[in-house]
């Protein structure tokens, strides 16, 4: 029997705290607002989406929505980057992902003026998780920082593996337990021998974006296993990258999905915001 890691109670903590700090800011004259920007209508994003503007409105900051039609070009979007960068009452801005095949991602996304790069995709942001001297967390990685620390669990010696290489979530986590003394390795899909190098973690990274792949012989008992997945099985239900009914026996720690790493990346979002709010406020 492992324990659950509760992503949904640690979240609701994240954004309680941003709340209480986006009042204090108000309170010294300081609005704190996010820009996100949705081109198509891709259904998906489309709740991703929905989801921030809710959040930022429970939590007083102001949600500023751009809603575009998929037939946008890149220019449009280009001058709508630039116009945000230049708006004051814009601290953070998110273009969300993916968007439409005519428009080139990196472009736009380098686009972005890095101090308001809540996403922290810009190569300037990323350069500084690189160095360890970062102000802006990619949001997944950061949220999923959190909930290793709930679990009480020390990072530093611990062997840690993540199972995949992608921008957004795999790179930028090893870059952040490596900050914290784990050792790190980063799996893929050309990694030989992926069973034995999982099963000596003692933390375990999950973002392959693969139904159920990490099951119970992958996993060290007592280890604390992470599920960044957001798949569906054959029978069209929610599930992990991890197989979570033979996993949780074997495992110390676990995050369900739904409900662990998901409500943690929107909080670090919010969390993002108020930090670009601070630090463009001096
Ligand atoms: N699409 C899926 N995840 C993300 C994310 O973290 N940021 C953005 N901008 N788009 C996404």
């Known amino acids: 029997m492992s324990q659950l890691i509760d992503g949904k109670l640690i979240s609701a903590q994240v954004k309680e705290q941003v709340a209480k700090e986006v009042v204090s800011l108000k309170q010294q004259g300081i609005s704190v607002g996010l820009a996100v920007v949705l081109v198509g209508d891709d259904p998906a994003s489309k709740i991703y989406v929905g989801n921030k503007h809710r959040t930022c409105e429970a939590l007083g900051i102001a949600?500023?929505?751009?809603?575009?039609?998929?037939?946008?070009?890149?220019?449009?979007?280009?001058?709508?980057?630039s116009q945000l960068n230049q708006d004051p009452a814009v601290n953070g801005i998110l273009v969300q992902l993916p968007l439409p095949k005519h428009i080139d991602e990196t472009t736009i996304l380098n686009a972005i003026d890095p101090s308001k790069d809540v996403d922290a995709f810009h190569p300037v942001n990323v350069g500084k998780i690189m160095i360890g001297n970062f102000d802006l967390l990619p949001c997944t990685p950061a949220g999923i920082m959190d909930l290793i620390d709930a679990t009480g669990v020390e990072i530093s010696g611990k062997r840690c593996v993540v199972v995949g290489r992608s921008n957004i979530v795999g790179k930028p986590m090893a870059m952040?337990?490596?900050?914290?003394?784990?050792?790190?390795?980063?799996?893929?899909?050309?990694?030989?021998?992926?069973?034995?190098?999982?099963?000596?973690?003692?933390?375990?990274?999950?973002?392959?974006?693969?139904?159920?792949?990490?099951t119970a012989d992958m996993v060290k008992p007592g280890a604390a296993v992470i599920d960044v997945g957001m798949n569906r099985d054959e029978a069209g239900k929610l599930c992990g990258d991890v197989d979570f009914e033979a996993v949780e026996p074997v495992a110390g720690y676990i995050t369900p999905v739904p409900g662990g790493v998901g409500p943690m990346t929107i909080a670090m979002l919010?969390?993002?915001?108020?930090?670009?709010?601070?630090?463009?406020?001096?």
């Open 63 to 81: 949600s500023h929505q751009y809603l575009l039609a998929a037939s946008t070009t890149q220019q449009e979007l280009l001058e709508l980057v």
């Open 176 to 214: 952040l337990l490596l900050h914290e003394n784990g050792t790190v390795t980063v799996c893929h899909s050309r990694t030989k021998n992926l069973q034995q190098i999982c099963r000596r973690a003692d933390i375990l990274v999950a973002a392959v974006g693969k139904a159920k792949f990490v």
């Open 270 to 282: 919010m969390q993002n915001t108020l930090m670009a709010a601070k630090l463009q406020n001096g």
